[in-house]
């Protein structure tokens, strides 16, 4: 369905499309209790997501120090991968999907969709790591070898190419000002049907692009440094994350 011209929706009339909202969140929504049986689990999951949460941002500190790139920067590192109440909000969106699928502009639907893409893809990976971290507090030593030994290279691949969709999608969505009206004029219906928090978690993605004033070079910076990271560790080369190496200089761009 088109509104002002702007397709709305997940293309929803081509076959096998209907429905991927929602089998995207039945899988996030089971992830969350992938260590329900085994506490100690559950706590080295959360200590894991947290240190790497300080990691990404600790890695990105120069773009966060850039009033150009901050709000990006925390919108990925502190909001798309660790922020709010996951459980309060998976359980509004499993209520509310498909009103959603039929609301949102297409292209924003498709950030959002990415989103959850990419959170499933991270927590099985962070499952996997659990399993086979080695004891004691957290390190970069440990975590490194926690990251080579549950393997899947491809798929780390995957999670750092989904940052770089994600963050095309909302890039495009700002680019058109008629996309951006109709996300805004969302907001009343979403909040109506249950899920505005969802809805201000996407326009504060879309804020945050809007902010840059185009996004290509935070996306390969963010593609670069993570890829190259990626490949220390699975090298097993110390310092993988350089943080021991001359500290990067802001761009003032």
Same mark, same amino acid.
């Given at each position: 369905?088109?509104i002002?011209g702007?397709?709305?929706?997940? *293309?929803?009339?081509?076959?096998?499309r209907?429905g991927?909202?929602?089998?995207?969140?039945?899988?996030? &929504? =089971?992830l969350?209790?992938v260590?329900?049986?085994?506490?100690e689990?559950? !706590?080295?999951?959360e200590?894991?997501?947290k240190?790497?949460?300080?990691?990404?941002?600790?890695?990105?500190?120069?773009?966060?120090?850039?009033p150009?790139? !901050?709000?990006?920067v925390?919108?990925?590192?502190?909001? %798309?991968?660790?922020g709010?109440?996951?459980?309060?909000r998976?359980?509004d969106l499993?209520?509310?999907?498909?009103?959603? +699928?039929?609301?949102?502009?297409?292209?924003?639907?498709r950030?959002?969709?990415l =989103? @959850?893409?990419?959170?499933?893809?991270?927590?099985?990976?962070d499952?996997?790591v659990?399993?086979v971290?080695?004891s004691?507090? %957290?390190?970069?030593?440990?975590y &490194? *070898?926690?990251? /080579?030994?549950?393997?899947r290279? &491809?798929?780390?691949?995957?999670? @750092?190419?989904?940052?770089?969709? @994600?963050?095309r999608?909302l890039?495009?969505?700002? !680019?058109?000002? @008629?996309?951006?009206?109709?996300v805004?004029?969302?907001r009343?219906?979403a909040? &109506?049907?249950g899920?505005?928090?969802?809805?201000?978690?996407?326009?504060?993605?879309?804020? =945050?692009?809007e902010?840059?004033?185009?996004?290509?070079e935070?996306i390969?910076?963010? /593609?670069? !440094?993570?890829t190259?990271a990626?490949?220390?560790m699975?090298?097993?080369?110390p310092?993988?994350? +350089?943080?021991?190496?001359?500290?990067?200089?802001?761009? /003032?761009?």
């Amino acid at each position: 369905m088109k509104i002002l011209g702007v397709e709305v929706g997940d *293309e929803r009339h081509k076959p096998g499309r209907r429905g991927e909202l929602g089998r995207l969140l039945e899988r996030n &929504a =089971a992830l969350r209790d992938v260590y329900a049986d085994s506490p100690e689990s559950r !706590r080295r999951l959360e200590a894991l997501q947290k240190w790497q949460t300080k990691r990404l941002l600790r890695s990105h500190a120069d773009l966060r120090a850039n009033p150009r790139y !901050r709000m990006a920067v925390e919108f990925f590192f502190k909001e %798309l991968y660790s922020g709010g109440d996951p459980r309060a909000r998976d359980r509004d969106l499993q209520r509310v999907h498909h009103v959603m +699928e039929r609301l949102l502009p297409a292209e924003a639907l498709r950030a959002l969709m990415l =989103a @959850i893409e990419l959170e499933v893809l991270s927590q099985e990976l962070d499952a996997d790591v659990v399993r086979v971290l080695p004891s004691g507090p %957290l390190t970069v030593g440990r975590y &490194a *070898e926690g990251y /080579r030994s549950a393997g899947r290279p &491809a798929d780390r691949g995957r999670q @750092i190419e989904l940052l770089g969709e @994600i963050g095309r999608y909302l890039d495009r969505v700002v !680019r058109k000002p @008629i996309i951006r009206t109709l996300v805004r004029f969302a907001r009343g219906p979403a909040h &109506a049907a249950g899920f505005g928090s969802m809805q201000e978690f996407l326009e504060r993605g879309l804020d =945050a692009f809007e902010a840059m004033h185009g996004a290509d070079e935070f996306i390969a910076i963010l /593609r670069d !440094r993570e890829t190259r990271a990626m490949q220390r560790m699975f090298a097993g080369t110390p310092d993988p994350f +350089e943080f021991d190496s001359t500290p990067r200089t802001p761009s /003032r761009k």
